[in-house]
């Protein structure tokens, strides 16, 4: 089988990102049990082997296009004028990929509806994987300019939705909101899948008595979504019953936005809104690669997921694979992820008050941090591991492809030609 999969860049050392962690991981597998995968990215096709072919000259509007997956910022903050050019870009260059070398199936995300074109330039099955809909996402305060782009984005997506003839989501709560609102009809096939981890054997694992008191260790980039706020104001409370605290932040600074329209950074929330103590007990590194964050997660006492709203992030998964005791805002489908009480601790969507309260709760109980962590390592393996996910997503391209044969169908070049 030659699987297609559509990434944000790549190779995936170049960036976090949660789309770019699953197509490296889902990739990684399909190899491994003997398929042919190759990634669309950034006006490139990445084969099986690494090598690299360009897939078609670029405009000034693709040259753009790939100046902008340097960093991702793209996929969340353009006019609407833009997006309908950057998702022709796109299909065109997948279309030159199936020409090279047909696809017998390609999986991509929904973002911008994007997928809605691919699906009209090739002639093989497109996979809609919803990796973060925008239409579920919280509502919040806006520009004029920003609603206008948040309802385009959610009419582009929506039409993506309902054409496309196969849509998977990570979580149950995802895909029933995304269908209800977005008007995807029940009989169409829809299936829940989660995101998967690899599990490796011989990776360190949290151990409590290697861990350091008191110390929290949160991972996000400092922005509205990921809830940075939320953490903050949660560990300056914290420090009223637990003064020895630490807590530790990795992540870029992309900016909170408290007002529509403004953003302030790090250094400038902490200055207007924290303690002098919370202040000088905070590290923030910045953005870090997996493998500085990993030795951080084993010496926490405790993880924090801190976010408004998720999908269904890897850095939850990322701890789960290595043990450690996990605490969680309850976003829509964090209980589809972390099982309350068994395998993490579930703690309301911004409320600084009572994360600071959970916190409190682990901080004091060792042997609950541990049992809860070794609990999440139990439930990766059996339910996130690759080899899982993977099977489920073998099964699933199977039976799309069904036995029609692959490549490129006469009407092909006229379907191209709709895209110039």
Known sequence: MHIGLCSPHWPP????????????????????????????????????????????????????????????????????????????????????????????????????????????????????????????KPVRTLTPAQRRSDEARCRAEARAVRASTLVTSPTRA???????????????????????????????????????????????????????????LAFDRLLQTRPDARLTMVGPDEGLETVPGEKVGFAQFAQGRLSPEARERITFTGKLSPAQIAPLRLRAMVQVCASRWESFPYVLLEGMAAGCPLVSTAWPAAGEVIVDGETGLLTPVADPQALAATLDRLLGDPALAARLGAAARRRCEDVFATEVVGKRLLELYAAAIGNGPPGPKPDARARELELQ
């Open 13 to 136: 050392s170049r960036g976090a990102n949660g789309i770019v962690s699953y197509v490296a991981e889902v990739r990684r597998h399909f190899l491994a049990c003997g398929h042919d995968v190759s990634v669309v990215s950034e006006g490139n096709l990445i084969a099986a082997d690494e090598s690299v072919t360009p897939l078609a000259p670029r405009t000034s509007a693709g040259r753009a296009l790939a100046r902008a997956g340097e960093s991702i910022a793209w996929r969340f903050d353009r006019s609407s004028g833009a997006l309908a050019p950057l998702g022709r870009i796109l299909a065109r260059e997948v279309a030159a990929a199936h020409r090279i070398k047909p696809f017998d199936v390609f999986e991509m995300e929904e973002s911008f509806g994007w997928c809605e074109m691919v699906g009209k330039a090739i002639d093989v099955p497109v996979v809609t994987r919803l990796h973060g809909p925008h239409i579920v």
């Open 174 to 232: 995802i895909l029933n909101e995304t269908c209800d609102k977005y008007g995807r009809e029940a009989g169409k096939l829809s299936l829940v899948i989660p995101n998967p981890i690899g599990m490796d054997p011989q990776a360190p694992r949290w151990k409590v008595e290697a861990c350091e008191p008191g110390h929290i260790l949160a991972i996000g980039r400092f922005d509205f979504w990921k809830g940075a706020d939320t953490m903050l």
